[in-house]
């Protein structure tokens, strides 16, 4: 088996180099949002949670999305072994997005420390999802559950990795770098260089090559690489099957369809940048819901309607006149209700114009749910899945 590890050429007028001539209009495309940066990072933040959950789930984690919120609401404190799995999962995100830059080298150290950060205060295999040699290449060999492949043996182990470090660190042609993170994600599998965790690892890594290659993911684009997968887990296991040939035109049908997947989950997800459809399709539903399930109180839905149908989304204590609360006692006690119940915040640190608040409190609930509606979430999420 070769090491080194190369680009297949496409055919130029593929399915797949459709994908990537769009994959690169979107990477190249000017973002502007419409949404105020202080409910675009909320959206983040709550994009983060699913691909955070989506990778754990796809691995066996049984936990739903309906449990993790409710955790989150209920600012559980409780750490099992699979809420632990998954505040790895953010923690390495967070890593990502602080170490990562489109000049930095995804060489061994860095791989090491976000393998450490995984894998973290978890049970070794095989009762659970942490290593035995956390941060090291693993130590023996290791099979795939309900796989045919073999990962490389470790007597050669050192060079498939060097080799593999070597590719995605390399400058490819500009036509070939979304390719590169295709191919790398499935090579990384193909090798499985640590004893537990490479599938969580496989698709942190394709976080942090998207944000090396300049999709704005830090701070101008929402994004959840991991839906490509966990939307039909069989299919990704079958794809990621295939291409274990190394031949070229197995490896081109694994690309067409990761590129594919993530081409349609950025387009889907940019639309989330349009003030009219976050507004109408996610926020104002978002406070219907709380108010049909009697989180909120008529005048709360009231208040929270007129913040978000504002041009900035904001809201000021002066404005609670429109809602005859005109007095500045009771001014300052609705809005103090509002803030101590996590509906509202400053937009600024101390500051006293406010914005909704709904990625961390009863709101998120209805946010989940319309998004859910909207096609942003899939069942899988939710739904039992079996154990791999």
Not at 104 to 127: E, F, G, K, M, W
Not at 233 to 244: F, V, W
Request: charged share 25%.
């Amino acid at each position: 088996m070769s090491v080194k590890i190369e680009i297949p050429e496409p055919k130029w007028n593929s399915g797949l180099a459709r994908s990537v001539l769009d994959l690169e209009k979107l990477r190249t495309k000017t973002l502007y949002s419409e949404v105020p940066p202080y409910i675009f990072f909320q959206l983040k933040e709550i994009f983060q949670l699913l691909e955070t959950l989506g990778s754990a789930r796809i691995e066996g984690n049984g936990t739903t999305l309906s449990e993790f919120i409710e955790k989150i609401i209920d600012n559980d404190k409780i750490v099992d072994e699979e809420r632990q799995e998954l505040e790895n999962i953010e923690k390495a995100i967070r890593f990502i997005e602080e170490h990562t830059n489109e000049t930095s080298n995804i060489d061994r150290a860095y791989i090491s420390q976000l393998h450490r950060i995984v894998t973290n205060n978890l049970t070794p295999p095989p009762q659970g999802e942490g290593s035995r040699y956390s941060g090291e290449l693993r130590k023996n060999n290791v099979s795939i559950k309900g796989a045919i492949h073999k990962p490389i043996s470790i007597q050669v182990l050192q060079e498939h990795f060097e080799s593999f470090i070597t590719f995605v660190n390399q400058q490819h042609l500009e036509q070939n770098q979304l390719l590169m993170v295709a191919i790398a994600h499935h090579r990384f599998m193909h090798i499985h260089p640590f004893d537990n965790g490479n599938g969580r690892m496989g698709r942190l890594l394709n976080y942090a090559f998207l944000i090396k290659l300049g999709f704005n993911v830090k701070s101008e684009r929402i994004i959840n690489p991991s839906s490509v997968f966990y939307t039909d887990r069989d299919k990704y296991y079958e794809m990621l099957g295939k291409a274990d040939s190394l031949v070229d035109e197995d490896l081109l049908l694994w690309s067409e369809y990761f590129l594919d997947g993530l081409k349609n989950e950025i387009e889907k997800i940019d639309s989330l940048m349009q003030l009219e459809f976050t507004r109408d399709k996610i926020l104002l539903p978002t406070i219907k819901i709380a108010l049909d399930r009697e989180n909120i109180t008529k005048q709360e839905f009231d208040i929270l309607s007129y913040l978000v149908k504002s041009e900035d989304m904001t809201i000021k204590s002066s404005d609670l006149n429109k809602f005859g609360i005109n007095s500045s006692q009771q001014k300052s006690y609705v809005m103090t209700k509002l803030r101590n119940n996590k509906m509202v915040q400053p937009i600024t640190e101390g500051g006293r114009i406010y914005t909704i608040r709904f990625a961390n409190n009863y709101l998120l609930r209805g946010v989940i749910h319309t998004l859910k509606e909207s096609g942003f979430i899939a069942d899988f999420l939710n739904n039992n899945i079996a154990p791999v």
